[in-house]
């Protein structure tokens, strides 16, 4: 069964129950037990057992703890107390009054999000959880729904990280690059300038962030989407009916005192103490050999780096607590209610973590993502064709697992081996392709990591950011795609940008605002 399309089978039924029923947990259940059996061949113990290695795995791997899948746990958990904190201290509040003194429009607040979101370039997790809460108290006095909130956090973070060297996607694909290259024996490129040369190859990276600035600047939506945003403009209510009961229902205790830096000054530790982390467990990665900056980041414990990053910023958030405490307006017993209820906000999202790196790991000893690499391994057709085709492929890889990095792995050496075969000169934007269409990909599963932490940072229901998403994230892969196309006759990159330019921009002409939208 392994290496045949019944390997698609067990993703795709995980992603189109998800869909389907809204129920994420029963969906990716669903998924692990029917990867199992196809694993198995159908034997019921043998099948039992591998689901309790999944999630097993997902703590212990190795003889040893998974340190990697505990650290971003707790990172999660520790933010969801951090951003409890900020709230009851009336820095979430304080913000807000702050900020739509000066961000006056749902255009501006909008563009806002998107901009920090490109700033915040330094891991994907870290911006998807980060920007979400830094935002929100701005996008919610707008009235802008918490789905679109969730779609420009997405939006911004791994089409972003994708195209930052000084990253750690960017250290992760010049390594691979790096690999592609000394296979082929390769040497007109470094895997750095290489990596460069390719920024403005990645068409979904450019296609996605025009779509987000198109929508943005014209104030209408589409689809799912534009329910979700009527519903918060007429009622205020920036959660969907559906999900609107289980957000925000806590009332809890709020300094009157509170202040910006209550919020910001967490915020700007968690920021500057996770990068000084990063770098710092890259040097100890390299210690006793060469170093440089892209090594350094490339060597470096993100996890590690996000947790110690987090308990930083939490020992400041404990710090201004008590400056509340003493000040009368907190008391201690809110202190333990508020580390209570932060880590039960995130409760749910670990939850789906958990499950979407079990199903993770089953279909990676299933084969799926191996099974479609050698259907364009195998593929035998000239350029004009092969750089849409691997961008399609690869966003079928990372949508059908729910990992861009995998994608990656898998694709870039394959994409190498063709390019070498049939014209070394082409080897650049094939591996464009594959990184754009692994993010495409990445960016519409339901079982993305990536996606799951933007609509946790956002505090929007799961399915909601999903089913919102998906249809503007098709459109930018339509531009793009395009774009690919024009690429493979012309052999111009050139032309191939100008192509989804020109794809935005009959997006931006053909967007109609509807009557009673607003920017203000």
Not at 40 to 52: G, T
Not at 134 to 162: E, M, N
Request: a neutral charge.
């Amino acid at each position: 069964m392994a290496d045949s399309f019944w390997t698609l089978i067990p993703p795709v039924l995980a992603i189109i129950m998800v869909l389907l029923t809204r129920r994420v947990l029963l969906s990716l259940g669903v998924g692990i037990i029917a990867s199992a059996f196809f694993i198995a061949n159908f034997q019921i113990v043998d099948s039992l057992s591998l689901v309790y290695h999944a999630f097993k795995n997902v703590f212990i791997k190795d003889g040893g703890l998974n340190t990697w899948n505990i650290y971003i746990i707790l990172f999660i958990l520790i933010l969801g107390v951090i951003t409890t904190f900020v709230g009851m201290m009336g820095g979430t509040r304080a913000f807000g009054d702050f900020m739509i003194r000066r961000v006056k429009t749902r255009k501006g607040a909008q563009l806002m999000t998107m901009v920090l979101g490109i700033a915040l370039f330094i891991d994907d997790y870290f911006n998807s959880l980060t920007v979400g809460q830094v935002a929100r108290p701005i996008t919610d006095k707008h009235k802008i729904s918490r789905a679109k909130l969730a779609y420009i956090v997405d939006s911004t973070a791994a089409p972003v990280c994708v195209v930052a060297p000084i990253s750690s996607w960017g250290a992760y694909i010049i390594g691979l690059i790096g690999f592609v290259f000394s296979t082929h024996h390769i040497t007109s490129y470094t895997e750095l300038g290489a990596f460069l040369q390719m920024i403005p190859m990645n068409f979904y990276v450019w296609a996605a962030l025009g779509v987000v600035l198109v929508i943005a600047i014209r104030q209408a939506d589409f689809g799912p989407m534009k329910n979700h945003e009527e519903h918060a403009m007429k009622t205020g209510e920036v959660t969907s009916p559906n999900s609107a009961k289980r957000a925000e229902t806590d009332q809890h205790s709020s300094s009157k005192l509170g202040q910006v830096m209550d919020l910001i000054l967490p915020i700007f530790i968690l920021f500057i103490a996770t990068i000084g982390f990063i770098y710092w467990t890259g040097l100890q990665a390299l210690e006793g050999q060469e170093k440089d900056l892209i090594t350094i980041f490339g060597e470096a414990d993100v996890a590690k780096a996000l947790l110690y990053g987090g308990i930083s910023a939490i020992i400041v958030s404990f710090l201004f607590f008590f400056k509340h405490v003493n000040q009368d307006e907190l008391t201690r017993h809110d202190f333990v209610e508020g580390v209570k209820r932060g880590i039960k906000s995130m409760l749910p999202a670990v939850a789906i973590l958990i499950f979407a790196w079990a199903i993770s790991d089953l279909i990676d000893q299933l084969g799926t993502g191996e099974y479609l690499a050698d259907v364009v391994k195998n593929a035998n057709m000239s350029f004009t064709l092969l750089p849409f085709i691997i961008f399609i492929m690869a966003g079928f890889i990372a949508f059908s697992t729910g990992t861009s990095w995998g994608a990656f792995a898998l694709l870039l050496p394959i994409a190498g081996q063709i390019a070498v075969a049939t014209n070394p000169e082409h080897i650049l934007p094939m591996l464009a392709a594959v990184l754009a269409g692994a993010v495409f990909g990445d960016h519409c599963s339901p079982i993305s990591d990536t996606t799951i932490l933007s609509a946790t940072g956002s505090s929007c229901h799961h399915i909601d950011h999903v089913m919102t998403q998906l249809p503007y994230a098709l459109v930018a892969a339509g531009i793009a795609g395009t774009g690919y196309l024009v690429l493979g006759l012309t052999k111009s990159v050139s032309v191939g940008l100008i192509t989804v330019l020109v794809g935005l921009i009959i997006f931006y002409v053909t967007l109609r605002k509807p009557i009673g939208y607003s920017s203000s």
